[in-house]
């Protein structure tokens, strides 16, 4: 039995320590270019319904950065003042990019070199908890999650060595009999 929550706690810690470190990296990558990522896939939290009915406010777009995109093509461009969009390229004209979010009558033209990124799927409703896991005070809470839940009842599960094993302080073991004689165990009466 205690092999088996020997095993457990390992997986457990494991788990932990590989959620902590995508959580520390998707921290880090957030400084850099605004959007948390892994390498060329970026994700981006829909804030309003610009791209319903496919994609709702809360949902996690996922983005390949860099990718090439065609027409028909939901991408990543950057709005007018800067902020990254999801909006799909309903056609071309004359070397632009006619763009349009599916939840809007507005459209614009831009050129190919605005387009950042290829959406390339989404997760529904997980946009907050990633928001969450990509701050600092997602990485502090996983950490001391993982401390509370996984290390200290490991150290709380660590049975006592047996008082054979143990040696009192300051000198070699004492024979049986002169443990006795302190009134350490049974002494018979005869």
Partial sequence: MKALIRV????????????????????MSTRGNGLPGVSSWRGLVMADSRMAPELSPGDLAVVRMGASAQPGD?????????????????GTTEGQ???KPDGSED??????????GVFVGYLPGLGGPFRFLCSL?????????????VVLPGF??????????????GGPERPESSRR????GYTPRH
């Fill in 156 to 169: 709380l599960l660590r049975s006592p060595r047996p008082e054979e094993e143990q040696r009192e302080p």
């Fill in 181 to 184: 004689s302190r009134g350490g």
């Fill in 107 to 116: 459209s614009r033209l831009a050129g190919p070199e605005a387009v950042e």
């Fill in 97 to 99: 990019l006619i763009l």
């Fill in 74 to 90: 939901v991408v990543l461009c950057r709005d007018s003042a800067g902020i990254p969009e999801l909006t799909r390229i309903i």
């Fill in 8 to 27: 457990i706690q390992a997986v457990l810690v494991l788990v932990w320590l590989a959620l902590l470190g995508f959580s520390v990296l998707l921290c």
């Fill in 137 to 149: 005070a997602g990485v502090i809470a996983i950490a001391a999650a993982g401390l509370v839940l």
